[in-house]
């Protein structure tokens, strides 16, 4: 995970979104197509083809063997997809000031994986962390406020899992294309973010921290929110 930023990495792509062609998507679609020019290997996820059942008490739902005992996909998309990639790029529509529901459960379910219960918890955990993250949301509502939820919620998850958060676009709509019509720009955007991904820095300082005398000559960095 601590490769150069020109080295080939690969990049999951995680929609929440219930529609396959809203407008979540055409940001993640623009990202992955981004991502793809820069020459890292991409993959686009529809969370609902893997994840359907809602997290339950673990305690009491566990296999005996330790494995997740609800009948979908999860494991297969966490374990085959999620763990291995270097980046996790999210894809949601703002429903209730909030991620969706879909998104949410699926996050949500991460934890079965992760506990100690689990037989692979140590390499969940160790496999989990230092990733690339980045936020690609559609919202009908244009005012900062209104996007300030999923920021704060997506930024502290990235602190608990030691990812670097290295960008944040949101696409302005709600009809089916409406994303492509914002004079914002966020498909382009994303399709940017897809490109640079890696070459972005996450410069997040405590007093103590070691920093460079210059901003801009030490290597790329850009703001967190890019939007």
């Known amino acids: 995970m601590t490769s150069q930023p ?101 996050l949500d379910r991460t934890f079965c994986c992760m506990s100690a219960g689990h037989p692979e918890c140590e390499r969940v955990i160790r496999d989990f962390m230092h990733k690339k993250c980045a936020v690609l949301m559609s919202a009908e509502e244009n005012n900062l406020p209104s996007r300030l939820g999923v920021l704060a919620h997506m930024e502290e998850l990235c602190r608990y899992l030691r990812h670097d958060f290295v960008g944040f676009v949101v696409g302005v709509g709600n009809s089916r294309g409406d994303t492509l019509e914002d004079p914002s720009n966020p498909v382009g955007e994303a399709h940017a973010l897809g490109r640079r991904l890696f070459e972005v820095r996450e410069t997040n300082y405590t007093i103590d921290s070691e920093r460079p005398k210059k901003v801009w000559s030490e290597g790329p960095s850009y703001p967190v929110t890019w939007r």
């Not at 494995?67 to 990639?85: G, N, S, T, V, Y």
């Open 6 to 106: 020109n080295t080939p990495k690969k990049v999951v792509v995680l929609c929440g979104s219930p529609r396959r062609n809203g407008n979540s998507r055409r940001l993640a679609d623009a990202l992955c197509e981004g991502a793809s020019e820069a020459g890292h290997e991409t993959e686009l996820i529809h969370i609902p083809d893997y994840v359907d059942g809602m997290l339950r008490d673990c305690k009491e739902c566990r296999k005996a063997d330790g494995h997740c005992a609800i009948d979908d996909r999860f494991e297969e998309m966490f374990f085959e997809k999620m763990l291995p990639a270097d980046a996790w790029v999210y894809a949601t529509p703002l429903y209730w000031y909030g991620v969706s529901g879909i998104f949410k459960n699926m």
